[in-house]
């Protein structure tokens, strides 16, 4: 199976300063369509995962822009341009690409400094 | 707006059964495959199962393989996963989770609630 490593697995940022986190698949993400399935997902404390990313850089509906997916391959990267206070919690990142299973990173816990 | 109401999690004793349900609403239901989800207190997310619209294809987790299984009532919009053997490492939180699209690969787009499967004697 593919192995999916997030770093930092710990993030502390000031509030109003950006912040990146780093999804390292073990196997290329292209898949033969020609799409890489590679999402992003937040969970806030306490509560369920929510889609931010989809297909690397695709924001879902009513995420803000602050947020933005990028990257290609093996490496992709989530990036938050200036972090508030709601932007707390947990962070993985998502591969379909190798289907089944589907696997995830490990996450990334974001908190305020 | 697409909904997903879970149910049916609870205490169990090791080697015992329970069975999750997960009722969806607001989206055509047999359109869409339907995947659940786990976490184990304080650890990151785990695929644990999968079932096509149809409920003709279905996939599993290696560590839940022979003793977990998803299936789906169109009728209901309800998707279940019986869990049998149930095992102290299988404590978690369960969510069901819907497909984007009809392939599995495009990942989840909308998550249920979350329900506690706490194995222990």
């Known amino acids: 199976d593919v192995v999916m490593t997030q770093s930092p697995l710990s993030l502390p940022v000031t509030l109003g300063q950006p912040a990146s986190i780093s999804c390292r698949s073990s196997q290329s993400l292209i898949y033969s369509d020609g799409d890489t399935y590679l999402n992003w997902f937040q969970q806030r404390p306490g509560q369920s995962p929510r889609r931010l990313i989809y297909k690397v850089s695709n924001r879902d509906s009513g995420v803000p822009d602050r947020f933005s997916g990028s990257g290609s391959g093996t490496d992709f990267t989530l990036k938050i341009s200036r972090v508030e206070a709601e932007d707390v919690g947990v962070y993985y990142c998502m591969e379909g690409t190798h289907w089944p299973p589907i696997t995830f990173g490990q996450g990334t816990r974001l908190e305020i400094k | 707006e697409v909904q997903l109401l879970q149910s049916g999690g609870g205490l169990v004793q090791p080697g015992g059964s329970l069975r999750l349900s997960c009722a969806a609403s607001g989206f055509t239901f047999t359109n869409y495959a339907m995947s659940w989800v786990r976490q184990a207190p304080g650890k990151g997310l785990e695929w644990v199962s999968a079932?096509?619209?149809?409920?003709?294809?279905?996939y599993y987790a290696d560590s839940v393989k022979g003793r977990f299984t998803i299936s789906r009532d169109n009728f209901k919009n309800t998707v279940y996963l019986q869990m049998h053997s149930l095992r102290a490492e299988d404590t978690a939180v369960y969510y069901c989770a819907k497909v984007e699209v009809t392939t599995i690969r495009a990942g989840f787009d909308y998550w249920g609630q979350g329900t506690l499967v706490t194995v222990s004697s």
């Open positions: 079932i096509s619209g149809t409920g003709a294809d279905t």
